[in-house]
């Protein structure tokens, strides 16, 4: 590819990037409250836990534990 056609796919895709983690965990419809997080949904930091959840619904579809 070019360096124009780099720059138009970087340009068509930026809006999908950020450069935070979770740069608005408050914003719009999201399938939980972070408010109302407590200490036993914290992790051991022994592994993961990897979730779908659907959008439409807001239940999750998929769950799967990875641990290290």
Same mark, same amino acid.
């Given at each position: %590819? =070019?360096?124009?056609?780099?720059?138009? +796919? !970087?340009?068509?895709?930026?809006?999908?990037? *950020?450069?935070?983690?979770?740069?608005?965990?408050? @914003? $719009?419809? @999201?399938? #939980?409250?972070?408010? %109302?997080?407590?200490?036993?949904?914290?992790?051991?930091?022994?592994? +993961? &836990?990897?979730?779908? &959840?659907? $959008?439409? =619904?807001?239940? +999750? =579809? !998929? @769950? +799967? #534990?990875? *641990? @290290?």
């Amino acid at each position: %590819m =070019t360096p124009e056609q780099l720059q138009a +796919v !970087h340009e068509r895709l930026a809006h999908l990037t *950020s450069e935070d983690w979770n740069p608005g965990p408050d @914003k $719009g419809q @999201k399938p #939980y409250n972070t408010q %109302m997080l407590e200490e036993c949904d914290a992790l051991d930091g022994d592994g +993961v &836990i990897l979730a779908c &959840i659907d $959008g439409e =619904t807001h239940t +999750v =579809t !998929h @769950k +799967v #534990y990875c *641990s @290290k």
